[in-house]
Every structure is written in structure tokens, then in C-alpha cells.
């Protein structure tokens, strides 16, 4: 069973004041979303992330389309008991303590009582907020906040959690926080769908990824294979300034960075390369097959839908 | 009812308690009743007129103050503020949402009348020293006021799911001061003719009646009220309330929440 399956959903604003017309925000989108993955959603701000995250989460409707949730209707209300949902930069009753607001949210996804107390406890220490749990939310950094969002998210043990832009506004260590927690809720087995533009943090967690741009799917595929090996090239890396003119013999692109060098050439030229460095008597630091960013994929797609743009108009 | 409406009722009656301006109207309200003490001293024989007069009105206006404050931002500073995704992302249905947030406004109008009416008998104890059977009548006062209240709520509830809390204060003001008049509205209305006596019959029958629930002058000089008047604005107002707040859940079950 899909985890999410959303079937051709889309969304059109009215907008204007005297003269309605309509701007389409999300067109006819259809993807789907397995069990137990991390999948990211990416694309630039305001691509039509977080209105396909509000129409899953019954915050906006669609103009059309449907979607299943854990093989339910997304509107089924019984679906919104098993997921969990952190909104971009979120804000909170800021006159409730981090304890009274989980425990509040804790009552709304209908935990029972005692349970309640147990799990609002677990996730203030899971989220390192146990200190101060009895503080009232308005005296809360960004980064506190981000964590009692994670917290509520995830606090009636959903099998889904929706997050959207996680690390938004975080400073690399929160960031590397949540990114641990991301990585936590799939070995718990958990699905996590979660949209950024940070593409360094899809590259580091997804299983796979969608890129989405002016509410068009641009693309979707497994990180492992959008990232795969640039054929025939490889990256060698040394110590040093020095650059051997027989190296430049062999086609290799050569870039000095601080006290190393980094040169991209032809696969079948390796171990020459590497004979060249003993000979020389330079040290070796890494030789690797050469891969695709996913940042490179990201601009190649986005330059592709702005080149059909542009031959459209 | 549902659990669910109930702890939201609870969290908004909490945000309400621990909002400071809230408990400035109440210092407020018992300011005026220490008011009426001082204008009750310095009338003579009619200090029990004046302290109800003004004791009542003073718990009336400062409810609907309140009642208006509040309501207009129950539902539009939840979606500005964006606290009502984390709400409605779980399983919290709309209409849930709206009667939760009703009943959370009408639960500390209903605790703010009571320690308001509190003062009030206090005030008026100390005046006249000595309760007589008449003074019973304050109570189906306070009664007719917070029925005029869950009215007041539930308007303001309606314009804040469309609308914004500058326009939902308009409009629920608006609203309050016409339905004072209702029953002047009304014999105007029974004036005119043609078109423009069906329109004045439609917008007085419309609007809400707070003259029949405005009993505080009657109170005051000790006029008896029937218990058919006491069925028939119980009726009425749970009756207006119930259509107000299924326009609002109408409305807002409708609404994206960009």
C-alpha cells in the first residue's frame, strides 16, 4: 500500500478585485509515495509546495483531484488520527507552555489520558525541551519553536509526518538536528514527506524526490539514481598547489582550492593519473567515480521548464 | 458533544483568562460598580434605581465589549496566526472548531457575569442593606444579559469566518446598536408601505431584537416579568443563536485557509 497517492490534484485562484481571473497555483499533479520512504518535495519558493501540503491537510480544496492517505480517502477524518503535519515556520498559542500545548494538541488527536501524560513527556525529552517545558511559548526561540513543532508532529505517533521546510530559519546545528530526527522517524518506520529548497538536506535524507516548479511537476525519481555516476569521469583529489604539466596531457580539468587540488578527468585515464602523482612524489588524497549533484539535476530541470516557458510564449 | 469541542472551548476560555486586557475590563466593570455606589450615596430614595440602573448596564456593556473583543478574533487571528493548521491537520472537524470556539467565549462571558453580578449585589447590599423579594428580578436581568451575550458571540463569530477583525467589530457593533432599537425598528417598519415597508419588516425581524432582552429599566423600578417573556426570549435567542452560528459553520467549512 502507497503511502500517499495524490491523483491529479490541482488548484486555481480567483484573483483580482473588480475583474477575476484565474492563476493557477497547482496544476493537475500525480505522485505517489511508499510506505517507510523519506521522500522530498523540492522547489523554489513559491513553487506550490505548501498549497499541495494545505490541500492534503484539508487546509485549502482542491479545484480538482483526489488523493489517498494511507490507503483512505484524504478526507476521511479518521486519516488525520495516523498523520502528522509541522506548517513552514510555525506559531504556536504562545500563552501556553510547551507541556500545555502538547498535551492540548495530545487531546485533540484523541490520546488517551494517561498515555497522554507519558508520550508529552517522551517527546519534550526526545526534543530537548524537558527544561523548559513549563515556559510559556512566547519567551521560545525560532529553534525552540521548530522543536515543539517537531514534537506536536509527531506526538500521537502517527505512521505518516508531513513536515514543510523543516530547517527553514534553523542554524546548522538545529539543522543537523532535525535531520537527525528525520532520519530517526524512518528507522522507526515511519513515512516522512517533507518540502525544502535546501537541496543539500533532500540530498542527505530522501529516498526520493520530486521537484516542482510554478505548480508543474518537473520531475521525480530516487535520489540514488537521479545522482548516479557521470559516465566516464572521475575525480582525483591531492595535496598541494602543483599542478604536473603531464596531467593536462591526460584531459584533466584542474582547480587549486587552499592546499589541494581537484581534477575531473576521463575514467580511463585513472591510472595514468595516478602514476603521474607517485612519480611525482604528490600525495593522493581521493579518487572517485564523478556523480551529479542533485542541486545540478534541481537547476537542469528548472532551466528546462524556463526554456519551454519561454518557446511557449 | 464532542470531546474535542469541549477542550478547544477550554484552551480559548484559557486564552481569555490569560489575556491581560480581559482582566482590565473586569477592573473596569468593578470601578463602575464602585461608581454607582457613590452616585447611589448621593441620591436620595432612589439609591436602589441608580445601582441597578447602572450596576446592570455597566455588566451589559462591558460583556458585549468583551463578547465583540474576543469573537472577532476567535477564528481570523487563528488563520493570520496560523495556530489553526496544527488544529485542523488533526482529526478536528471545522464545525467542531467554531461551536468549540463559541462555547470557550461564552463560558468567560457567562464566569465574567457572574463575578460581575457579584459587585453588582454587593454594591447594591450596601446601599440599601437588606435584599428584598423584587431584587430576585436582577437575576432573570443577568440571565436576559448573557442570553443577549451568546447573541453577540455568535455575530461576531460569523464576520470573523469571513472577514476581518477591524470589519467583524463594524459589523457586530453595528449589529448590537440596531438590534437595541429592534422594537423602534419594528413600528417604523408597521408605518411604511410597499416596497419599502417589506424591506424595513425584513431587516427588523432580521436583525437581532436586544430590546426584548434589555429588562434592566423594568428590573430597576421593580416591574414584574412574566415567566412567558422569560420562555420567549430563552427561545428566541437560542433559536438566533443557532442560526448565526450554522451560517458561521456554513461559511467557514467552505474556506481556504491560504
Known amino acids: 500500500m502507497s503511502a500517499i497517492e495524490i491523483l491529479g490534484l490541482e488548484k486555481t485562484y480567483m484573483v483580482g478585485f473588480w475583474r477575476k481571473r484565474p492563476k493557477s497555483a497547482l496544476q493537475p499533479l500525480h505522485l505517489t509515495v511508499e510506505e517507510g520512504e523519506i521522500f522530498g518535495f523540492l522547489g523554489p519558493n513559491g513553487a506550490g509546495k505548501t498549497t499541495t501540503l494545505k490541500m492534503l491537510m484539508g487546509l485549502v480544496f482542491p479545484t480538482a483531484g483526489t488523493a489517498r492517505i494511507l490507503g483512505r480517502e484524504w478526507t476521511d477524518p479518521e486519516v488525520k488520527a495516523q498523520i502528522g503535519f509541522l506548517p513552514e515556520q510555525p506559531y504556536f498559542y504562545d500563552y501556553l507552555t510547551a507541556h500545555e500545548l502538547l498535551d492540548y494538541y495530545g487531546q485533540l488527536s484523541g490520546v488517551p489520558g494517561k498515555d497522554r501524560k507519558r508520550r508529552v513527556e517522551e517527546m519534550l525529552q526526545r526534543v530537548g525541551l524537558t527544561e523548559v517545558k513549563g515556559m510559556q511559548l512566547r519567551k521560545f526561540s525560532k529553534g525552540m519553536l521548530q522543536r515543539v513543532g517537531i514534537a506536536q508532529a509527531i506526538l500521537h505517533n502517527p505512521k505518516l509526518v508531513f513536515f514543510d521546510e523543516p530547517m527553514s530559519g534553523l542554524d546548522p546545528l538545529g539543522r543537523r538536528e532535525v535531520r537527525d530526527l528525520i532520519e530517526q522517524l524512518k528507522q522507526e518506520g515511519r513515512t516522512v514527506f517533507f518540502s525544502t529548497h535546501i537541496l543539500s538536506d533532500a540530498e542527505a535524507l530522501c529516498d526520493r524526490v520530486a521537484i516542482i516548479h510554478k505548480g508543474e511537476l518537473r520531475g521525480v525519481g530516487a535520489v540514488a539514481d537521479l545522482t548516479s555516476t557521470v559516465q566516464g569521469k572521475v575525480e582525483v583529489i591531492w595535496q598541494g598547489t602543483q599542478i604536473p604539466a603531464s596531467m593536462k596531457v591526460l584531459g584533466a580539468e584542474c582547480h587549486v582550492t587552499g592546499d589541494t587540488v581537484r581534477a575531473i578527468l576521463p575514467e580511463n585515464q585513472q591510472d595514468a593519473a595516478i602514476d603521474v602523482l607517485r612519480r611525482e612524489r604528490i600525495r593522493l588524497i581521493a579518487i572517485t567515480p564523478l556523480r551529479t549533484s542533485l542541486e545540478a539535476y534541481f537547476v537542469e530541470k528548472l532551466q528546462h521548464s524556463q526554456t519551454t516557458v519561454g518557446k511557449r510564449s | ?258
Not at chain 2, 415597508?197 to 429588562?215: E, G, Q
Open chain 2, 1 to 258: 458533544m464532542s470531546p474535542r469541542m469541549l477542550y478547544i472551548a477550554f484552551n480559548t476560555f484559557r486564552e481569555a483568562v490569560r489575556d491581560r486586557i480581559l482582566y482590565n475590563l473586569i477592573a473596569f466593570a468593578l470601578l463602575l460598580s464602585g461608581a454607582a455606589i457613590f452616585v447611589g450615596q448621593i441620591s436620595i430614595h432612589i439609591e436602589r434605581l441608580v445601582v441597578v440602573n447602572l450596576g446592570l448596564t455597566a455588566v451589559s456593556l462591558f460583556g458585549i465589549v468583551i463578547a465583540i473583543f474576543i469573537g472577532i478574533g476567535l477564528v481570523s487571528k487563528e488563520i493570520e496566526k496560523r495556530t489553526l493548521y496544527t488544529v485542523l491537520s488533526r482529526p478536528v472537524r471545522r464545525w467542531e472548531f467554531i461551536l468549540g470556539k463559541f462555547l470557550g467565549l461564552a463560558g468567560t462571558l457567562i464566569v465574567n457575569t457572574f463575578f460581575m453580578a457579584i459587585g453588582v449585589f454587593g454594591a447594591l447590599l450596601y446601599v440599601v442593606h437588606k435584599f428584598s423579594a423584587p431584587d430576585a428580578l436582577i437575576l432573570v436581568a443577568l440571565y436576559f444579559i448573557i442570553l443577549e451575550f451568546l447573541i453577540i458571540c455568535s455575530l461576531a463569530l460569523l464576520f470573523s469566518s469571513f472577514s476581518s477583525p477591524l470589519l467583524s467589530a463594524v459589523f457586530a457593533f453595528s449589529l448590537f446598536v440596531i438590534g437595541s432599537f429592534a422594537d423602534d425598528l419594528r413600528g417604523f417598519a408597521a408605518l411604511t408601505t410597499g416596497v419599502t415597508r417589506w424591506f424595513a419588516t425584513a431587516a427588523a425581524y432580521l436583525v437581532p431584537n436586544f430590546s426584548a432582552l434589555n429588562v434592566i429599566s423594568a428590573v430597576a423600578h421593580q416591574q414584574p416579568l412574566g415567566l412567558q417573556l422569560i420562555l420567549q426570549n430563552t427561545l428566541y435567542a437560542l433559536f438566533y443563536t443557532a442560526m448565526t452560528l450554522s451560517a458561521a459553520v456554513l461559511i467557514f467549512e467552505r474556506r481556504n485557509l491560504k
